[in-house]
């Protein structure tokens, strides 16, 4: 099936930009989604179809995607964005969400 | 306020069956598609499998196929999600989320999660 990799852990001070990456065998070829997820709550998208925010979600929050990487891209980071990041694209070949293994992101 | 409700906490045997339901509030199930979606401690989030709401068609993980059984009550609008024959690597907090719309759009809504610990 297919496999999304992402770095284990990003620290950023305040303030920066916070840059995680989900890899993936051209991944550019598929619409990626990120969701956002503080411990012990379930998870909160935060990112659709590569670029597009939900309502509510700040504009702080941005993505990209092209080749074999997709980005999330999170700007004037804040301690309340200490959380698991997780990308997720849809694998056609099994015909359900694929989920990266989540990086954690910690605000120094 | 457009939200899904999971049923509580379990623990169960390994060997035995476990039920979790997945309740809508402030909306209906009808045109939804319902994920389900597994995480262990410390572990990415897993697919279990999916059901659609308004014809009840449904395709479960390789993985869970011979375990799992995926239903609706459209009555009551809530989804369930069966998984038999438990084992302890089944521990995991098990989630449903929905989607209005085809299977493969962005799960923009979640229910808040149920622990099922399974002891042997």
């Known amino acids: 099936s297919y496999v999304l990799t992402q770095p284990p852990s990003v620290s950023v001070a305040p303030g920066k930009t916070a840059t995680i990456t989900c890899g993936g065998n051209n991944i550019g070829d598929k619409s990626v989604h990120w969701f956002q997820q503080r411990p012990g709550q379930a998870p909160v998208l935060v990112i659709f179809?590569?670029?597009d925010r939900p309502s509510g979600i700040p504009e702080r929050f941005s993505g990209s995607n092209s080749g074999i990487t997709a980005t999330l891209t999170i700007s004037r980071v804040e301690a309340g964005d200490e959380a698991d990041y997780y990308c997720q694209v849809w694998d056609t070949g099994s015909d359900h969400p694929v989920f990266g293994g989540g990086t954690k992101l910690t605000v120094l | 306020q457009k939200q899904l409700v999971q049923s509580g906490p379990e623990v169960k045997k390994s060997g035995t069956s476990v039920k979790v339901s997945c309740k809508a509030s402030g909306f209906t199930l009808a045109s939804s598609a319902v994920q389900w979606v597994r995480q262990a401690r410390g572990q990415r989030l897993e697919s279990i499998g999916w059901?659609?709401?308004?014809?009840?068609?449904?395709h479960y993980a390789q993985k869970f196929q011979e375990r799992v059984t995926i239903t609706r009550d459209m009555s009551t609008s809530t989804a369930y999600m069966e998984l038999s024959s438990l084992r302890s690597d089944d521990t995991a907090i098990y989630y449903c989320a929905e989607t209005v719309g085809a299977t493969n759009r962005p799960l923009d809504n979640w229910g808040q999660g149920t622990l099922i610990t399974v002891s042997s």
């Open positions: 059901i659609v709401v308004g014809t009840g068609n449904t």
């Open positions: 179809y590569d670029r």
